[in-house]
């Protein structure tokens, strides 16, 4: 069993999925064409009004429902929700991207460290990986955030791959443990090529499947995680992201006033978000194992 | 009826998304009341499809498609093949019980022994619990296993203890048929004996008949009265099983015979093909690794001749007169 | 007893490298917390009459001379007492009593979403995974699964606009009626159940399709086993083959689970908290956040992580009790 055929890569899960995200990926560049983004300054939709939380939604109250000009309304300080989507969007992606590459690559290196030399390496890797796991991240990040203040997309994407490495390492662990044992790694071993490197090289064309859908596992952890913490008010406060929109919302009571177009798109983007990174982690998951595909609802 | 079981012209298929696949054609045989019938063969030959269609086990892949399986159990002859569910549930562990193969998996690891010892039991009649109790410690003294074993899981027993605690449960409802598949297989050779002269002796105090399903020539010899040698789903020759044994009729049986190891006898060249089970395309299956294969073999099913003294074989040569 | 020390062990161990994360993750960036605690004390010191005090409480605490090991020992130790300090906003209420106060709001709606998701995706995995079960049912089933993938807050929001906003038929906020005098009266009890209905439904919501998945899964798996084959071929009622045999089996990597995912489990609960402005925990820590009062949140942080620990404990010492394969006696995992 070599490295698999490209066949088993064309999956409609897969592939629905990977539709998905690429439409939110691609909307970074098609959405500023048709919106100035310098609208997601406060009062940008309405520059002569004080925000006002009067009953009716109005333009003379700061904020309206769609118009001509605001496709989608201004939010309850007359920002253009077009913009703060079309800013929003791609740095929400990117902080997951961000962290769940960085803490796949973490999770790579321990897991395949562990998997590998077992013995004591693997007791205290797989022991930190699951204490980690059972630390509800959230807690310690508002912890981190709350300290940090202000913080941009790079450094929040750092952050968040301190808490995405667990999963990534005891998928690769558990893979690498089987996979040392499949003939053709035995044999690659007896035949002298028995280094790291070489093991690696080995083995990692044969992960690849296991490791794109722990990492797309991963993106939708950390977008969860730091939607969560923006949530409670945290993060990036200069620059919309999607969880700092649904923030603002909460805090200016939108569901309340009926301003469904301010709260309603960033959990929709929101939601595609997480459905395509789910049906691309089953869809990678179902290339993995292709028994799964069978059993498959 | 006299026989306890009379199966007829069974034919199992599997059907996969490319294609169907007869694993089990022409079936027959029947077993009597009291008597040991052995079913061998090589793996893959059918011999588990078989049980399992008479048992109404097959995975969902499989399905009976032709056939009658006729058992005569406590309510009279019925079909165990067509019978509905109610009914079969009703027959079942009652009338024909099974010590499985796979006897390491066989007991639920997470319910203690006794409890699946009893509840076969008290699924078909209201049975107290004392009166299940002695039939219990009665069962586990016959299989040689202390009566602690009833509050035992499981993983604390060895696999020989496992298999005997799964013979006791097949004969803790006294069914006048019990499938034994392979239950000695995977067992030292003292608890191979043990497992066997239970058999006997269950036969002698209940008269339970048994299909005893193995690939141990040697101990089939000695165990039952009647032999059946299937080969790529089909049965090859019956007859009693010293008579098959001392002048087989079928070449796959000579084969067979052959095969079995013995000191100071030098093993015979077998050829591999026709090993792996394919659809059979008329003709003889057995011909590709017959020694004696002729035109007329891929040409023609083999005609079904009887053996003097009783069983029949299925081959164009007649060759022992 | 070789199995309850190994997990309380790494009960031990998990409480351990939380407080030491929550401790020195904030001192290792710039902001140093005491510092910034210090400073709010001061700036907002006109208003405070006993500002002096707190700072004094507050330097004595943290011995702000001392060494940042010396300052870890205390913490921990101080950690051992329960003893979280003050809140700067609140003083001088201390943190713990913060907390106390706020916690049976938590563990009241969280155990309950938690027991009625683990129940009603198990059922449905079974369902789903169960050979008898009609084509249709199975069809209708997998219905409630597609809010799998979202957020628990997404689907709460959603709820409230539609059950609270549209409609009217159910409160979006808070815990019970603030016109009804809480206390073990009927009156009460409904309007707590009645508050708590929809949080729960959206935690409920998008975790129980995890289970079912899992259980579905696990059902597929279990029905290939012998013991259940061989269940069937003993004429047992197919219930009893289904419950005692099957699910009896498949439930068990179910659990396991549950002990993995209650981290993620809490953590999804602090935003639902604060979306459904209840008064639990989780709002402490949103209002903690807002208010920059650090101790609270520190407080909060470390109680969620001892709070978890303490389930996936309890779920470790249950565990043994359902599966006779892992006895209290045996060393191994």
Redesign the interface.
């Given at each position: 069993m070599g490295p698999r055929s490209w066949a088993h890569w064309v999956n409609p899960t897969l592939i629905a999925g990977l539709a998905l995200v690429l439409l939110v990926i691609v909307s970074e560049w098609v959405l500023p064409v048709f919106v100035d983004t310098d609208q997601i300054a406060a009062g940008s939709g309405a520059p002569s009004v004080v925000p006002s939380f009067g009953p009716t939604p109005d333009l003379a109250a700061g904020f309206v429902e769609a118009t001509p000009d605001h496709p989608l309304g201004t939010d309850g300080r007359g920002r253009d929700m077009l913009a703060v989507l079309a800013v929003g969007t791609p740095r929400t992606l990117k902080i997951g991207l961000i962290g769940a590459g960085l803490g796949t690559l973490i999770g790579v290196l321990l897991g395949f460290s562990a998997g590998y030399m077992r013995g004591r390496v693997d007791t205290v890797i797989s022991?930190l990986a699951?204490?980690?796991?059972?630390?509800?991240?959230?807690?310690?990040l508002?912890?981190?955030a709350?300290?940090?203040?202000e913080i941009g997309v790079v450094s929040m994407g750092l952050i968040m791959a301190a808490f995405a490495w667990p999963m990534p390492t005891r998928v690769l662990r558990s893979q690498v443990l089987t996979m040392r044992e499949r003939r053709y790694v035995v044999m690659a071993r007896m035949s002298g090529s028995s280094t790291p490197g070489v093991m690696f090289k080995e083995i990692m064309p044969n992960l690849l499947p296991y490791l794109a859908a722990s990492f797309t596992e991963s993106v939708?952890g950390v977008i969860?995680?730091v939607?969560?913490i923006e949530?409670?008010?945290?993060g990036s406060r200069r620059l919309p992201t999607l969880g700092t929109t649904?923030n603002n919302a909460?805090e200016g009571s939108a569901?309340?006033r009926?301003m469904?177009w301010w709260?309603l798109p960033p959990?929709f983007v929101?939601?595609v978000i997480?459905?395509g990174?789910?049906l691309l982690t089953n869809g990678l998951d179902q290339v993995a194992n292709p028994r799964l595909r069978d059993?498959s609802? | 009826m006299s026989n306890i079981l009379e199966v007829t012209d069974l034919e199992v298929t599997y059907r996969s998304r490319s294609a169907d696949l007869v694993a089990v054609q022409d079936v027959s045989f029947s077993v009597g009341r009291g008597e040991l019938v052995g079913l061998v063969g090589e793996s893959g030959c059918g011999k588990s499809t078989t049980i399992n269609a008479l048992l109404r086990l097959l995975p969902r892949a499989g399905r009976v498609t032709a056939g009658m399986a006729l058992l005569d159990g406590h309510a009279g002859p019925l079909d165990l093949l067509s019978v509905d569910e109610k009914r079969l549930r009703d027959v079942r562990w009652r009338d024909i019980a099974i010590v499985p193969q796979g006897a390491m998996n066989s007991l639920n690891p997470v319910m203690p022994v006794g409890k699946q010892l009893a509840d076969g039991v008290t699924a078909h009649r209201d049975a107290s619990t004392p009166e299940v109790n002695e039939r219990i410690s009665e069962l586990l003294n016959l299989v040689g296993l202390a009566e602690e074993t009833t509050g035992r899981y499981a993983h604390e027993l060895s696999g020989g203890m496992k298999q005997r605690v799964c013979i006791a449960m097949a004969l803790m409802n006294r069914p006048a048929l019990v499938i034994a598949d392979e239950a000695t297989s995977a067992l030292d050779v003292i608890v191979q004996r043990l497992v066997a002269q239970t058999i006997l002796d269950a036969r002698d105090k209940m008269g339970t008949s048994f299909i005893v399903i193995g690939h141990d020539i040697g101990l089939m010899a000695q165990l039952v009265d009647r032999i059946a040698v299937m080969y790529l789903g089909r049965i090859v020759e019956t007859g009693p099983v010293i008579d098959v044994l001392t002048d087989p009729k079928h070449p796959y049986t000579e084969l067979l015979l052959a095969s079995v190891p013995e000191v100071g006898k030098e093993a015979p060249a077998v050829q591999s093909g026709g090993l792996v089970a394919s659809p059979v395309t008329g003709g003889c299956a057995f011909r590709e690794r017959c020694p004696e294969a002729m035109e007329v073999c891929a040409a023609e099913t083999p005609p079904v001749r009887r053996r003097s003294g009783g069983g029949e074989f299925a081959c164009h040569l007649d060759r022992h007169g | 007893m070789r199995y309850v020390r190994a997990r309380l062990v790494r009960f031990l161990f998990t409480v351990w490298l939380g407080a030491t994360v929550i401790f020195f993750v904030p001192r290792l960036s710039r902001s140093d917390p005491t510092d910034a605690i210090i400073g709010q004390l001061l700036s907002s010191g006109a208003g405070v009459e006993n500002a002096d005090a707190i700072i004094e409480a507050y330097k004595q605490r943290f011995g702000l001379d001392d060494s940042i090991w010396v300052q870890y020992g205390r913490y921990l130790a101080n950690l051992f007492r329960f003893d979280n300090g003050y809140s700067v906003v609140e003083f001088p209420t201390t943190v713990d009593s913060l907390v106390l106060s706020a916690l049976p709001w938590t563990l009241g709606l969280m155990g309950a979403a938690i027991v009625i998701s683990f129940l009603v995706g198990n059922l449905t995995g079974t369902l789903l995974g169960w050979e008898r079960t009609p084509r249709w049912v199975g069809r209708v089933l997998t219905v409630p699964l597609v809010f799998t993938a979202l957020p628990a807050f997404m689907v709460g929001l959603l709820l409230i606009n539609v059950f609270s906003y549209n409609f009217g038929w159910l409160p979006p906020t808070g815990a019970y009626d603030p016109s009804v005098d809480p206390g073990w009266s009927v009156a009460f009890a409904l309007s707590v159940i009645e508050h708590a209905v929809l949080p729960v439904t959206a935690v409920v919501m998008v975790t129980m399709g995890g289970w079912a998945l899992g259980m579905r899964g696990m059902m597929i798996t279990t029905a290939g086993e012998e013991y259940v084959r061989l269940a069937e071929a003993k004429g047992l009622r197919s219930s009893r083959v289904l419950f005692n045999y099957q699910v009896r089996n498949a439930i068990l990597p179910q659990i396991t689970r549950l002990g993995i995912t209650l981290g993620l489990i809490a953590s999804g609960f602090v935003v639902i908290e604060r979306v459904f402005n209840y008064p639990g925990i989780g709002m402490r820590l949103f209002r903690a956040v807002t208010r920059n009062d650090y101790p609270v949140i520190q407080g909060v942080a470390w109680y969620l992580v001892l709070g978890v620990a303490l389930a996936v404990l309890v779920v470790d010492l249950i565990y043994p009790l359902i599966d006779p394969r892992i006895s209290y006696r045996s060393d191994s995992d």
């Open positions: 022991t699951d204490t980690a796991m059972t630390i509800p991240g959230l807690a310690v508002v912890v981190v709350s300290v940090v203040g939708a969860l995680a939607t969560s949530t409670l008010g945290l649904v909460l569901v309340f009926g469904w709260w959990i929101l939601a997480f459905v990174f789910l059993e609802l | - | -």
